[in-house]
């Protein structure tokens, strides 16, 4: 289970998603798949590039939630180091589809939960 990182005051715990990428190989990971956020600990996500911003600046990827189910969050789309907000649905057994973009590599379809 993912456990929260220090946050910014005024702001909730977050789950932190680590997205690597190799654009030699053209693949791209990410270290919680699926990720499940608490509403009753007002959790957020936060995606986090794990490459040199030296040689592609901090738009590195983009995160957008474009499946079936919609986004359990604010707003469907996030770039690195972007808090999701707190999920605005309840919890449930749906899974939310999210792609992540990194130019120049590709794309992955993870998945995310809400839970109570």
Known sequence: MATPQAVVPGKGPRVVINVYADPESGEIYVDREPFYVHIGKQEEVQWICRQSHQSHGPNCFTVEFNGPNGTPFPD????????????????????????????????????????P
């Open 76 to 115: 469907n789309q996030y770039h690195h180091g972007e808090d999701s907000g707190v999920p605005r649905v309840g919890a449930s057994a749906t899974f939310y589809k999210y792609t992540i973009r990194v130019p120049g590599v590709g794309e992955i379809d993870p998945q995310g939960g809400v839970r």
